[in-house]
T-cell receptor, first 109, second 112 residues
């Protein structure tokens, strides 16, 4: 059974600092890995999707890396802003989509 | 606008009642999914449907039922057999396979 872990569960940083969010998974036989953003009481918004054959994906200030062999992905958010405050979830796709519990980020102005 | 709508946003249920959560999409997606989210836990799959008139149980299907009579609609019924239904319920859809899933805004169900 695929287990997805995100550590830490919560993170607070001052505005302008770079964010590093971690995701680990136990079974490397995946098709892809996705990072989602969730605002309080809202649905999920897809940020980045990395195919299993890729090492990283970039979108604006966001960069996600994937090391499938070690079962790890990292989401980098450059020059954080208060609007980046949210919960970030990673999910790996094998026979189904398996989610981590998320990292709740607070960016202090 | 294309997207996924869920209603109601908030729902309250008394013990012993069945309630139905609505999910509609106009993205022409073939596959639809229902997830449950509890504090401190990842999303867990309840049911999914890859085509009309067909659906499969996910990891936590007990106490829930679904139907897929139309491509755009995938309602979830939370029955009285579900012992701890208080949670945030999310509906998603995609073209199937490894395509990214698109999520609705969610329904928060509270048992009184």
């Amino acid at each position: 059974k695929q287990e997805v872990t995100q550590i830490p569960a919560a993170l607070s940083v001052p505005e302008g600092e770079n964010l590093v969010l971690n995701c680990s998974f136990t079974d490397s036989a995946i098709y892809n890995l996705q990072w989602f953003r969730q605002d309080p009481g809202k649905g999920l918004t897809s940020l980045l999707l990395i195919q299993s054959s890729q090492r990283e994906q970039t979108s604006g200030r966001l960069n996600a890396s994937l090391d499938k062999s070690s079962g790890r992905s990292t989401l980098y958010i450059a020059a954080s802003q208060p609007g980046d405050s949210a919960t970030y979830l990673c999910a790996v796709k094998a026979d189904k989509l398996s989610f981590g519990a998320g990292t709740t980020v607070t960016v202090r102005a | 606008d294309g997207g996924i709508t869920q209603s109601p946003k908030y729902l309250f249920r008394k013990e012993g009642q069945n309630v139905t959560l609505s999910c509609e999409q106009n993205l022409n997606h073939d596959a639809m999914y229902w997830y449950r989210q509890d504090p401190g836990q990842g999303l867990r799959l309840i049911y999914y449907s890859q085509i009309v008139n067909d659906f499969q149980k996910g990891d936590i299907a007990e106490g829930y039922s679904v139907s897929r009579e139309k491509k755009e609609s995938f309602p979830l019924t939370v029955t009285s057999a579900q012992k701890n239904p208080t949670a945030f319920y999310l509906c998603a859809s995609n073209y199937g396979g490894t395509d990214t899933q698109y999520f609705g805004p969610g329904t928060r169900l509270t048992v009184l």
